[in-house]
Structure formats: structure tokens, C-alpha cells
């Protein structure tokens, strides 16, 4: 049902009023406390607003926005569908709230400019336009705004964890390569050749860049661990919308850690008794990783899985919207993972989703990095699952197709990562990867997420120090240095990493209860198609929907 005209204009005002001030990151799935505003498109052409007086009134008119949302779902004469979209709205507003109230990132990531700056550039050169002329028009007016965005930076930021620190270096040296390749690329265009002007904009912006390196230089980096926010208990209320406590959280990862064990136990003395799980899986290496190139395995492997479920529970148009394997750009390489997925804005067949690979680790030398690029590889039929299909590139795709303009534009990282995670277990319940290597895989990539559920809502709670989140970590495969190294991530971001395994378990709990009862509708279609609502909303429209018996 799309909402009525008064909902409809309001939710309107709220998402052109956020692609306006913030173009990149709406328009960029790389941010997961904005919406994906489509009005972004409007705005190719700039970057987004970080001075600190816009930063205050930006919060106060989204706090505006929230008080009209929970005034309008106040009302006795509104439906169902509309008081579920205007607590959407609400909760995506606390989110936005949240971020820049209370994290307050800005203040403290490099990294937050550096993406705006080159996601913003790529976006702009990259994505539709009517005329090739136009990419490069806005390519070079978002171009000429980055010496004022990391002016913005240098005023806001005052101190910098040390995982941040490190990577934005990283990242502004891959950055002057990606500029570089990108002007020798224009400057050999026949028809429209850069111009003096444009060439200055080039060089102001390295200046820009190098200024802002000579800052971040001065700064002296503060431990990750004591960065940590502190925001989990409103994120995970008032953001995902979740009505599980953290402690009921942590039980149910402590619950997904004892079952996986047991089931880890039970693969690994099927496949060699004498020795353990964790001695398995690091010796493992699937011979398709050995006789392909690493990029053309992950395209074969998403065509296998595209024609896997053509033939199951998935609609062939949802299988089929565009989507390019490609090696991770290189201005992302320090701040991405191995694999990761890059979603298109709008449902328009000339705009792509991008599942990004890399290769090889930046600067890879060491034996550890070659075993940790070797890892990722081994799972590459479930992080191809998890990032394509029937994983985040089928949920996108039938987000941006929704006629509802609220849940079009809307996600949850509850339900993103959540059905992301489930998606891989559908390859083994449906037979796709049943070999006992593939189920260890599978049982592996789930401790590794019930691990991370633990210490997340573990460190808040206090249930669990520093201590003994390593000793989890290192149970689940990881090195001493690794595990150190993931906590520390960990503690920047709180609240996201319950996202997976709390995530799948609601998907799967909805599943367990409703899934043979709905006689109209398959569970996965009804799931996708009411948008990524929180899962007691779900479960209640489930409930009113599906006779007993």
C-alpha cells in the first residue's frame, strides 16, 4: 500500500531534505545511517555539508521531522501499513540523530571525508546522465568542492583512533592514484579534451589532499578501545527497531555458538577425526581457487547461484537486474573488505550494483596476509551468497522496485545483514553446497558472526572485557594479532555487529513458525516484498495473515 498524500509529502520533504545536505551518502550504500534517498541524483554535482553550524541545524530539523512522524502515527484514523512506514521514518530519523548527536563520527574519522570525497567522484563521473558531457561536469564541480569539504574536516576533527589514523593514510595514498588514473583517462578523450581550468581544479585538489595529510600528521592517534560510543542500547531500540534486550541478545549468540560447535564437531569427524576443525579449515583450499583467476571464479559463481535459484522460491526479475563483478576500486581498497557489494540508487537498468573482489591485500607481503586473502577466497561460495544471490544484491533489488516510497528508500542493517546471513545457509539446506567442506565452511562463518554478536553486546552489557572477547575470537580460527585486530573494529561501530547473527536468527525463527502456514504467498516473497520492516512488525502482519492448521 503507498501512503496516503499527507504521509506521502512529508516523507517527501524528509528525503529530499537529506539528499540535498548529504548527496553522497544517500546516493552510496557505504553510509547505513542515511537513507537511500533517490533525490540524490539531483545532486551529482555536489558534496556533501560538514560545516558545524549546518551540522546543528541539520539536527534540528531532523528532530522536527521525527516529533511530525510520531504525531502523525498518534492519530486513530491511520492504517496499518501507514503507522508501520511512519515508524520507519521515525526510526531513520533517530538513526541520523544518533550518528551526529551522539557518535558524532565527524569529529573523529578521516575516512568519513575521504569516501564522501572519491565515492562522490566515482558517482559522479559513473552514474546515469543524459549526456557523457554532464559526467564530466559534475565530476569536476564535485572536484573543485574538496579543498572546502577537508577544510570542514580539519575544523571538525580534534582526535583520531588509531585503525582510522592508519587506513587514512592508506586511503589518500590510493586516492592520488585513482585521481591520476582518472585525469589521464579524461585527458584522452578525442571529443572533449580537459581544459586549463579543470587541470587547476586538479591541482588544488592535491594540494587539498596533501594539506589535509599534513594535519592528520600532526595529530597524535588515541587507541580504538576508547572510542567506543556507548549509543548500542538507543541504536538497537530506537534504530533497529529491535524489541530484544541486549542481554536476551547475547544468549541467543551464546545459544548459536554451543549448537555451531556441536555441529563443527560432528562435519570435522566425517572428515578426519584425528584432527580439528580449525586444522581442517586452514589446510583447505578448494581447487577452483587454484585453476581460476579469482575474479572470473567469483562471476562464475554468481551465475551459478543467478541459475541456482531461478529455479526456487525467487522471482526471475529479482535475479536479473545488473550487476558487474569487479575488482574493488582502488580508492576503496583500504577500507573494504575482501568482498563487499556497492548497490545501485534507483531501479534504472542503465545504473549498476557492483560486487567488488580483491585480489590481493594492499601491499601484501607477509605469510600471515597471504594465509588471511587465502581465507576469504576459501569461502568464496558464501561470500558470493551473502553479497549477491540470494543474499544483498536480490533484497536491494526488490527494495528499489517497492511502489511504497518510505520502504523503497529505507533499510534496516537488522534485516540487510540479517538476510544477507540466512541467504548463505539456503546453499546448503537446498543442496547447493553439500559437500562436508562446504558445510564446514558454513558452520565456521556462523561462530565467526555469533563471536562478534557476543562481544558486541558483551562489551556494553559488561559481560564480557576485552580478555575474553579475544579468547572467543581466537576459538573461532583467528590469530592472537587478528582477534586484536577485530576488536578493535568492533568497538569503533557498536551495535552492528549483532546484526548478523540476531538478524538470521529472526528470519529464521519467522521461518520456523510461519512458513508451511502461508497458503497464498511463499514465506521469501512475503518477507522481501513488505520492505525491511523490524521482525515483530513482520511477525504480527505474519500473524494476522496466516490460518493455524
Not at 582502488?330 to 537498468?349: E, H, I, K, Q, W
Amino acid at each position: 500500500m503507498i501512503m496516503n498524500q499527507s504521509h506521502d509529502k512529508l516523507a517527501d520533504e524528509y528525503f529530499a531534505f537529506l539528499a540535498k545536505r548529504f548527496p553522497v551518502m544517500c546516493a552510496s550504500d557505504e553510509f547505513h545511517f542515511l537513507p537511500r534517498a533517490e533525490a540524490a541524483h539531483f545532486f551529482y554535482d555536489r558534496l556533501d555539508n560538514f560545516n558545524k553550524a549546518g551540522i546543528e541545524e541539520c539536527l534540528f530539523q531532523i528532530k522536527q521531522f521525527k516529533t511530525k512522524f510520531d504525531q502523525l502515527a498518534e492519530r486513530e484514523t491511520i492504517d496499518q501499513d501507514a503507522a508501520i512506514d511512519l515508524s520507519l521514518l521515525s526510526a531513520n530519523a533517530a538513526s541520523v540523530e544518533i550518528e551526529f548527536e551522539k557518535n558524532r563520527t565527524y569529529c573523529h574519522n578521516p575516512l568519513l571525508y575521504l569516501k564522501v570525497i572519491f565515492i562522490g567522484l566515482d558517482h559522479a563521473l559513473n552514474k546515469p546522465a543524459s549526456e557523457p558531457e554532464e559526467n564530466k561536469d559534475r565530476f569536476f564541480a564535485r572536484l573543485g568542492a574538496v579543498p572546502d569539504l577537508l577544510k570542514q574536516a580539519r575544523e571538525n576533527i580534534v582526535s583520531v583512533p588509531l585503525s582510522y589514523y592508519k587506513a587514512a593514510f592508506f586511503m589518500i595514498q590510493d586516492g592520488r592514484a585513482y585521481l591520476a588514473d582518472t585525469m589521464r583517462k579524461l585527458s584522452d578523450d578525442p571529443e572533449d579534451s580537459i581544459k586549463p581550468p579543470q587541470i587547476q581544479q586538479f591541482q588544488t585538489c592535491l594540494s587539498s589532499l596533501e594539506a589535509f595529510e599534513k594535519y592528520l600528521s600532526s595529530l597524535s592517534p588515541t587507541p580504538d578501545r576508547r572510542f567506543g560510543t556507548g549509543a548500542i542500547n538507543e541504536t538497537g531500540e530506537n534504530y533497529f527497531m529491535s524489541v530484544r534486550s541486549l542481554a536476551d541478545v547475547f544468549e541467543i549468540a551464546v545459544d548459536e555458538w554451543h549448537d555451531t560447535l556441536t555441529l563443527l564437531e560432528t562435519i570435522k569427524s566425517r572428515i578426519d577425526p584425528a584432527r580439528s576443525w580449525q586444522e581442517l579449515y586452514h589446510s583447505y583450499t578448494p581447487k577452483s581457487i587454484e585453476h581460476h583467476d579469482i575474479l572470473n571464479l567469483y562471476r562464475m559463481e554468481t551465475d551459478n547461484l543467478r541459475l541456482f535459484f531461478m529455479d526456487r522460491d525467487f522471482k526471475p526479475n529479482d535475479l536479473s537486474m545488473p550487476m558487474d563483478v569487479v575488482e574493488t576500486p582502488s580508492y576503496l581498497r583500504s577500507v573494504r573488505g575482501t568482498a563487499s557489494f556497492a548497490a545501485a540508487l534507483r531501479s534504472d537498468n542503465r545504473e549498476k550494483s557492483f560486487f567488488y573482489i580483491t585480489p590481493r591485500l594492499p601491499g601484501e607481503n607477509s605469510k600471515e596476509e597471504i594465509s588471511l586473502i587465502r581465507r576469504f577466497h576459501r569461502e568464496y561460495k558464501f561470500l558470493t551468497a551473502h553479497e549477491t544471490f540470494p543474499g544483498h544484491h536480490l533484497l536491494d533489488t526488490v527494495r528499489r522496485r517497492l511502489k511504497n516510497p518510505v520502504r523503497r528508500q529505507i533499510e534496516s542493517p537488522l534485516f540487510y545483514e540479517g538476510w544477507a546471513s540466512y541467504a548463505e545457509s539456503l546453499l546448503t539446506e537446498y543442496g547447493y553446497a553439500d559437500k562436508p567442506f562446504d558445510r564446514l565452511i558454513d558452520c565456521k562463518r556462523r561462530l565467526w558472526r555469533s563471536a562478534r554478536c557476543q562481544i558486541d553486546a558483551g562489551l556494553s552489557t559488561g559481560r564480557m572485557d576485552r580478555e575474553a572477547a579475544s579468547r572467543l575470537l581466537m576459538a573461532a580460527g583467528f590469530s592472537l594479532k587478528e582477534a586484536a585486530r577485530q576488536l578493535d573494529r568492533f568497538q569503533l561501530n557498536p551495535g552492528y555487529q549483532i546484526c548478523y547473527t540476531l538478524g538470521r536468527y529472526e528470519i529464521m525463527n519467522l521461518k520456523e513458525l510461519y512458513d508451511k502456514r502461508i497458503r497464498d504467498k511463499k514465506f521469501h516473497s512475503f518477507l522481501l516484498e513488505g520492505g525491511e520492516l523490524p521482525f515483530h512488525l513482520i511477525e504480527k502482519k505474519l500473524a494476522g495473515m496466516a490460518p493455524a492448521g
